[in-house]
């Protein structure tokens, strides 16, 4: 992985800080560390604006950056992930920015996420390099497998071609 993990700043865990736990238990907010990171929010970002552009067209990084509202120095790091994974290309000189590779339409969310911050896993338990010592004894351990298979099966079941034509029919209503 590419960026530095202090780069990697999760998203906020509560929208209000001040709101007590229990209360939001009562109210039906929880507050949650399971989030996708900055890096793979805007790098899921990045791809599906590079799918939206026609074939031969590339994207200056400035130009991604508005598209997708991310700092340019951070999308920077994010696309040299996505470009060591084979998902886009760079370019440099007049003609340069960045094109999507066919690898980069087809591949999934799990593909896009796991380019940029590694395997994506529920919990310590379910990784595929952490054999947990636990799981004979511990009664969540199913609940955490069955959990980790349904999300992968999420994020497995979207190409980034896929997103694209819906934020295209998203933007453009009348074409549906």
Avoid at 5 to 28: F, H, V, W, Y
Avoid at 36 to 56: C, E, K, N
Avoid at 90 to 100: K, L, M, Y
Wanted: hydrophobic letters at 40%.
């Amino acid at each position: 992985m590419t960026i530095p993990p202090q780069e990697l700043k999760q998203l906020p865990i509560m929208a209000d800080e001040s709101t007590s736990k229990e209360s939001n238990c009562r109210s039906g907010v929880h507050s949650s560390s399971m989030q996708l990171t900055r890096a793979a929010d805007y790098g899921l970002r990045a791809m599906i604006h590079l799918a939206s552009l026609p074939d031969t067209e590339r994207a200056l990084l400035p130009q991604m950056a508005r598209a997708t509202s991310a700092p340019e120095s951070f999308l920077s790091k994010v696309l040299q992930s996505l470009c060591k994974a084979g998902f886009a290309k760079s370019h440099r000189g007049q003609s340069g920015g960045f094109e999507i590779l066919p690898s980069g339409r087809c591949a999934t969310i799990s593909a896009i996420i796991q380019a940029i911050e590694g395997p994506v896993s529920l919990n310590v338990c379910t990784g595929r390099d952490a054999p947990c010592s636990r799981k004979h004894f511990c009664p969540a351990h199913p609940v955490w497998l069955e959990a980790q298979a349904a999300m992968l099966a999420v994020l497995n079941a979207r190409t980034i071609t896929e997103l694209a034509e819906s934020a295209s029919a998203l933007a453009h209503p009348a074409r549906r």
